[in-house]
């Protein structure tokens, strides 16, 4: 930052925009008020949420690494703070390997609030991020149900952790994944204490390879609606994978309206791939910006 400007630059990872700060000392006030008016898509510069580069040892958050492990502070577009984003760390990774010179080709750990993940450049502009251990509450029987707006019935859906909270729900059709209105949050019940992101799933191919195949969309707490969700497709991938039972795939190619991810499962690890793209910087005028 600079006086009354502010160095920024966009990226996204399958059309999952974000924001990126360089500050590597923590100087920067990111107040919820800040990030919201930067996410704003009319009055601001637009996305998803900010992803703020800084070493561990100068954010509060960041204690237990090693003070010189790079952070990934990332907030949604309401300001909120959140544990992890699959997209962001490969979007994260990208802006650090330009920026600071960071290595990714033999892995390299960040940290996060939910705890640190390997990060690793695996040629054409993507990587591969290990997304820590996931829980599957109740086995893959379903503990929540979901209704979209406008949609005739409740869903049943199950909770999977990915380091973030997620609540999946299977459709029944493609015209009624395209057709659903996610202009506004879903219903969960029950409600999770600190919210949760939903993804509604339509499996599309069959079992009997080594690969499953899904489509998915998501809300995601925070934001809206988005173009995809990398912990959204690992819980996509873990909920299938639980419903399909004794052989059902470890590796899930997921379609977002964004792109396509890939999901790989082992034991209780996930690992997710895709790209990242950086696709321009600029200084955004932060007085004529509208905090709220």
Not at 96 to 117: K, P, Q, Y
Not at 208 to 233: F, K, L, N
Request: proline share 7%; hydrophobic share 40%; aromatic share 6%.
């Amino acid at each position: 930052m600079t006086g009354e400007t502010l160095a920024f630059t966009k990226g996204h990872g399958t059309e999952n925009d974000f924001l990126l700060l360089f500050d590597e000392h923590g100087k920067l006030d990111l107040s919820p008020g800040l990030v919201r008016a930067l996410c704003d898509r009319r009055a601001g510069i637009g996305a998803d949420g900010v992803l703020r580069a800084v070493r561990s040892g100068d954010l509060p958050d960041g204690q237990g690494f090693d003070p010189d492990v790079w952070f990934m502070d990332y907030r949604n577009a309401d300001g909120s703070l959140a544990e992890m984003c699959g997209n962001g760390a490969r979007v994260f990774a990208a802006y650090l390997e330009r920026e600071a010179g960071v290595d990714f080709g033999e892995g390299r750990e960040i940290g996060t609030r939910a705890g640190g993940r390997q990060v690793t450049a695996i040629g054409g502009g993507r990587y591969s991020v290990g997304m820590g251990r996931w829980t599957l509450s109740g086995g893959g029987t379903a503990d929540a149900e979901v209704t979209p707006r406008d949609y005739p019935s409740a869903l049943p859906a199950v909770r999977v952790d990915v380091g973030n909270p997620h609540t999946v729900a299977a459709i029944p059709s493609l015209a009624e994944l395209s057709a659903l209105d996610l202009s506004r949050p879903p219903v969960v019940e029950p409600e999770p204490p600190n919210g949760t992101n939903v993804e509604f799933v339509v499996p599309l191919d069959p079992l009997g390879g080594p690969r499953g195949r899904i489509q998915m969309r998501v809300y995601e707490r925070g934001v809206g609606e988005t173009r995809s969700c990398g912990t959204g497709a690992c819980a996509a991938a873990i909920a299938s994978m639980a419903w399909e039972g004794d052989g059902a795939p470890h590796e899930w190619d997921v379609e977002v309206p964004g792109g396509e991810l890939t999901v790989r499962l082992r034991g209780s690890e996930a690992t997710l791939e895709g790209p990242a793209v950086l696709v321009g910087d600029g200084l955004v005028d932060l007085l004529a910006l509208t905090l709220a």
